[in-house]
């Protein structure tokens, strides 16, 4: 039983000094017990569009002849805590600090003749030698022999698998480049240590957001434990989830039991975690992880995030490790805005390669960030890869005679539940599932419109909805892809089912029916950040192919072979120099003399 409350004024405000009486008050059931103990979430921003501000400055000083780096850096980290800012990274190298300051304090400091210049640690997101470095030691051994089925369209559009299982037969070629010897270092969200597709390449990590040596996708503050949402699992696999049978990932129907290979399954793993999880990041923990990247020996960085403006202090650490052309080769995304403009750090040319979006069918995708610093393109429109274990849904829903065909709403709770099936209309308010609901539990039948998903399932589960089925109203969405916005432990089994599944649907009220939510380990993504590491995988079997080359020939073998597109022919702002091709860069690049000759390639 649940007891209904009056809100409003009461019967003494119903008639005023002869006026007309005001409107009825309106009457709403109590919440049942335990669905308003803590706040639920409110409309969702996130963290990948959400501007948030600097965390402190950057301060490069100019260099001292007679002082070695890291004494200098000392020297002048000491002069910044005397005007009372706090020093959060020191860069010897760059002769730079992050600190945080107050504004009298920055001024201040600003007026000392040894400062060269002072910009925002400005927040970054998830929208990432020399020599050739020693032949890389497993920690584990790589198989060689899979199937057909764990070749996704992406993987087929940049011709992986041509390089490595030329006859299409599901085993690897013997002696054909796999990525191994090459290490290639994600800089993103972190890992889902635990993951079967990635366990074996791992070689090694860091955490420069809890400044550790475990970059696993999670944080940890009173006891509770966040789980980040897989944007560095899903990248890292992309480019060398591992191949054949024992993978163990639990799988939608219809896919692959052993889920997906990797653009460069041989290729090794280190993982440099910068973004919360939330998705966000700040500049220093970038400048800090390429140079940790490039110390472990990676030959490739790859960035799935990216700022809107530049950063002068960014800009020289990306310069420095690419050390024109013989150092490290950093592959970055565009970004999500759809504008005329790359992110930044695709922005800096050359030491970073620039990669935008396209389908499954080589169209150019029209979130992709464009703009004359493009360098290539790559599949990022509903790329099949792995997430943290269990964080991806499979729904199903069994109403009537035969199961009916839904979709898992993003944050869904996991869980299976049947019970009464209660027609909540709109779910604008707790009353909108009339007498029938009660805090025993029932199936809450929701239809699409008026207000965000979030508050209708905050709705229908504070009067006793124990799952939720949302009915969309647009024909040509079917189930839509929709989303309670961000996690919640109050959060039910929630599914949506198409505008005709949903008028079936609610002819059963009364009925019992039952909502079911389980855990798979591999899902569909979309963006820049999904184009990258397909990117970064191709340039890893080109370094397998021909360790002696140098991270500026990889450049430019890579955009030489490109596919270019039909709707603009030629070098363009939205395509670059076109889609990645593996087997033809690889191609390439066995042709060119030892070290690779010249630059520009002929």
């Known amino acids: 039983m649940k007891r209904w409350l009056w809100l409003g004024l009461g019967l003494s405000g119903l008639v005023a000094c002869g006026g007309d009486p005001d409107p009825i008050d309106v009457v709403l059931p109590q919440a049942c017990p335990g669905t308003t103990d803590q706040s639920l979430p409110g409309t969702a921003s996130s963290a990948l569009s959400t501007q948030e501000p600097a965390d402190g400055v950057l301060i490069t000083f100019k260099p001292r002849v007679a002082a070695n780096a890291l004494a200098a850096t000392a020297d002048f980290a000491a002069a910044v805590e005397r005007e009372g800012g706090t020093v959060k990274r020191r860069f010897p190298g760059l002769h730079m600090v992050s600190a945080r300051l107050s504004p009298d304090a920055l001024a201040k400091l600003k007026q000392n003749p040894d400062v060269l210049f002072v910009e925002p640690n400005r927040r970054v997101r998830a929208s990432g030698l020399p020599t050739p470095p020693p032949v890389v030691s497993w920690q584990g051994a790589f198989s060689t022999q899979g199937s057909v089925g764990e070749y996704t369209e992406g993987l087929k559009l940049v011709q992986a698998p041509q390089v490595w299982d030329a006859n299409n037969d599901g085993i690897l070629d ?30 090694g990590g860091k955490d420069f957001v809890d400044r550790d040596d475990d970059p696993t996708d999670q944080s940890e503050a009173q006891g509770i434990v966040t789980v980040g949402g897989g944007h560095g699992t899903h990248v890292a696999a992309t480019i ?22 990797g653009v460069a399954p041989g290729a090794s793993l280190l993982v440099a975690r910068v973004l919360d999880v939330k998705g966000g990041g700040s500049t220093d923990d970038v400048i800090e992880a390429v140079q940790w990247c490039q110390s472990q020996g990676a030959r490739i960085a790859s960035l799935s995030l990216g700022a809107d403006g530049s950063s002068e202090s960014e800009q020289i650490a990306f310069e420095r490790v690419w ?28 030491s970073v390669m620039a990669v935008g979006a396209v389908n499954a069918q080589g169209e150019y995708a029209e979130f992709s960030q464009f703009g004359p610093q493009l360098s290539l393109v790559a599949p990022g429109v509903n790329v099949l890869s792995a997430t943290v274990l269990g964080a991806a849904s499979l729904s199903s829903l069994e109403a009537g005679p035969a199961p009916i065909t839904s979709s898992p709403l993003s944050f869904t709770a996991q869980g299976s539940y049947t019970g009464r099936l209660v027609n909540c209309g709109l779910g604008t308010d707790r009353a909108s599932c009339g007498e029938s609901a009660t805090c025993d539990g029932f199936v809450a039948y929701v239809d699409r419109g008026d207000i965000f998903f979030e508050e209708k399932a905050r709705n229908v589960i504070e009067a006793g909805a124990r799952a939720i089925i949302i009915g969309n109203n647009v024909p040509e969405d079917g189930d839509g892809a929709f989303t309670l916005g961000s996690a919640s432990t109050h959060w039910v089994p929630t599914v949506s089912v198409s505008l005709v599944s949903g008028a079936a649907i609610k002819k059963l009220e009364g009925q019992d029916v039952t909502v079911n939510i389980t855990g798979v380990d ?4 979309s963006g820049t950040s999904m184009a990258t590491p397909h990117v970064s995988g191709v340039a890893a079997l080109v370094f397998s192919a021909r360790p002696d080359l140098s991270a500026a020939h990889v450049r430019a073998v890579l955009e030489k072979t490109a596919l270019d597109d039909t709707e603009t022919p030629g070098v ?13 860069a690889v191609e390439l690049a066995r042709t060119l003399p030892e070290g690779g000759g010249p630059l520009p390639l002929p």
């Open 323 to 350: 050390n024109n052309g013989n150092g490290l080769l950093s592959i970055a995304a565009s970004g999500n805005d759809g504008t005329n403009g790359v992110a930044y750090p695709a922005g800096y040319l050359p």
């Open 174 to 203: 013997p002696g054909a480049p796999t990525g191994e010897g090459v290490k290639v270092c994600v800089i993103d969200s972190g890992w889902d240590s635990k993951h079967p597709e990635l366990k074996a390449a791992f070689v």
């Open 240 to 261: 060398l989830a591992q191949f054949g049978a024992g993978s163990g990932g639990r799988v939608t129907p219809g896919q692959d039991p052993n889920g997906v290979v």
């Open 572 to 584: 363009d702002d939205k395509y670059g120099h076109g889609i990645v091709q593996a087997a033809k």
């Open 522 to 525: 591999y899902q569909r993504e």
